[in-house]
């Protein structure tokens, strides 16, 4: 084991040093995970947490990075309708999440603001309650109950009473919750080094070479070795999965975000279009438009979602906005996850959601200890890319 | 410590916290507030920190007020008005009702 170059730009480089065929010096790892958002940032820290020498590289603040633009939800209560899989991964998340963020408290002093006092969806109409009633049947049908139950106005009115009459009901899950995103990305990044791991931003991976129980990436000047590797480059993913013999079809899905000043706080649960931090602004959502790499934001698209959410809370008529802002999802053909492990490139593993919050209890807990295991558990073959060459029944 | 310079416009009448205060017609709320020496403005919404007027131009959201019932306005970007009721505002402001105003050795 020969010492890291320690480069202060580029953060400390911690792998063991190998030489290349060609005599130059390699930093080699375990594990390398590509693509540094939420959920490259859960596996690697995950990962490394378990023993293992880990590399993370991310392009940085110069990707389309989902991370930065996340709404903060821990959301359960409609994940996976139609596909039990996923809603009990989600909740499995749910649970791990408590353990995530004492963690990460612990190791680095970032308390991620994590709240699970349950989640409300709003319904303004009796056909959004009837749907809402026949979605908490179906999924308790098809994967089990977890509490969450139809309440009426008065009922909601009890738990918020500053809902406007707009409110015919709402869906409320007690397992629901809500974390500030940005804590939560600043705390993966920073627990990294802190695991003994390093954190490589700066870095955009141009190929991968391949030879039994080794990768080599290429990143500029730089070679990287591993004997595993991670895609979890969101919308990047695309490109580095082929390289790899997987396949990750993702494709972006604009959201735009409106944030009020900070107020005294009026709700203490999280709901699906909005919620308030920890420090008081009110964030607000929800939107969705297939505009391609796009993340400006728009008028009407915010006043829309003023609206909309004004309806809900009318006391946000008298809030300030501060900041606005759109990102790009990260979705799958059906907006399920992939998780999948190459069978041409054995050693190589596919990971990618549009739920990067959500599933990080997971991704850090359960999926990390799994992929540096032998194999993927049978549960997650459901999330195999595979699905989507299934011809329809 | 904040002297007029010009002191050739005529005076009006608004009211701090209920009591009133002169100012010349066409200063801002928070000039008028300078000159007539109060320093506390506002308390910050997460720590609570004492705060004053600082860029007197708009863009440090440091001077804001209750004014005429409204919270959270940039005191130096409102032209005082004969009869304005103005308040010191203590943390977030509330959407939900009025907050009562901090004690004066708090905004001191």
Redesign the interface.
Same mark, same amino acid.
């Given at each position: 084991m020969v010492a890291g170059r320690f480069d202060p730009a580029r953060g400390r480089v911690r792998g063991c040093v190998k030489l290349t065929q060609f005599g130059t010096r390699m930093k080699a790892y375990d594990l390398i995970v590509i693509g540094g958002g939420l959920v490259g940032g859960a596996i690697a820290w995950g990962a490394a947490r378990g023993g293992a020498s880990v590399a993370l590289i991310d392009e940085g603040d110069v990707a389309f990075r989902a991370a930065r633009g996340n709404f903060g939800l821990v959301w359960v209560q409609s994940k996976g309708a139609g596909f039990p899989p996923y809603a009990h991964w989600t909740r499995r998340s749910a649970e791990l999440w408590p353990g995530l963020a004492s963690a990460l408290v612990e190791s680095t002093g970032v308390d991620v603001a994590l709240r699970q006092t349950g989640g409300l969806a709003f319904c303004l109409s009796d056909a959004e309650m009837e749907a809402a009633a026949d979605r908490i049947q179906r999924m308790h049908n098809e994967s089990g109950g977890i509490g969450t139950r139809l309440l009426d106005r008065d009922e909601v009115r009890a738990m918020v009473p500053?809902i406007g009459d707009a409110v015919r009901g709402a869906a409320f899950c007690p397992v629901d919750g809500h974390v500030n995103p940005l804590k939560l990305l600043r705390a993966l990044h920073d627990a990294l080094p802190r695991t003994g791991g390093d954190y490589l931003p700066g870095r955009t991976v141009d190929a991968i070479d391949y030879v039994p129980g080794s990768f080599t990436l290429h990143a500029g000047a730089e070679r990287f070795a591993c004997r595993k590797l991670v895609i979890s480059a969101g919308l990047g993913s695309a490109r580095l999965a082929p390289m790899v013999g997987l396949e990750m079809p993702v494709t972006p899905l604009r959201g735009q975000i409106v944030v009020t000043? !900070?107020? !005294?706080p009026?709700i203490d649960y999280a709901t699906i279009h909005v919620r308030q931090t920890e420090?008081?602004g009110v964030m607000m959502g929800t939107s969705q438009e297939a505009v391609g790499f796009d993340n400006a934001t728009s008028l009407p698209v915010m006043r829309d979602i003023a609206a909309s959410n004004i309806a809900t809370f009318p006391?946000?008529r008298?809030?300030?906005v501060v900041r606005v802002w759109g990102a790009l999802r990260v979705m799958t053909p059906d907006g399920f996850p992939i998780y999948d492990a190459s069978v041409t490139h054995p050693g190589a593993y596919a990971a990618t959601c549009h739920s990067g919050v959500t599933l990080a209890g997971a991704h850090a807990l359960a999926l990390a200890p799994a992929i540096m295991g032998n194999e993927l558990p049978a549960f997650l073959n459901a999330f195999s890319a595979g699905r989507f060459h299934v011809p329809p029944a | 410590m904040f002297r007029r310079l010009d002191d050739a416009r005529a005076e009006i009448t608004f009211f701090f916290e209920d009591r009133p205060v002169t100012a010349r017609e066409g200063e801002s709320v928070a000039a008028a507030l300078l000159a007539a020496g109060l320093r506390g403005f506002r308390a910050t919404a997460v720590s609570g920190a004492v705060r004053a007027p600082w860029c007197m131009m708009g863009v440090c959201f440091d001077c804001l007020m209750e004014i005429d019932g409204l919270a959270s306005r940039q005191a130096c970007m409102v032209v005082v008005q004969p009869g304005m009721s103005v308040r010191r505002q203590p943390g977030a402001k509330s959407l939900t009702r009025t907050v009562d105003s901090l004690d004066d050795e708090d905004l001191a």
């Open positions: 500053e000043e !900070r107020v !005294r009026f420090e008081g006391l946000l008298d809030a300030n | -």
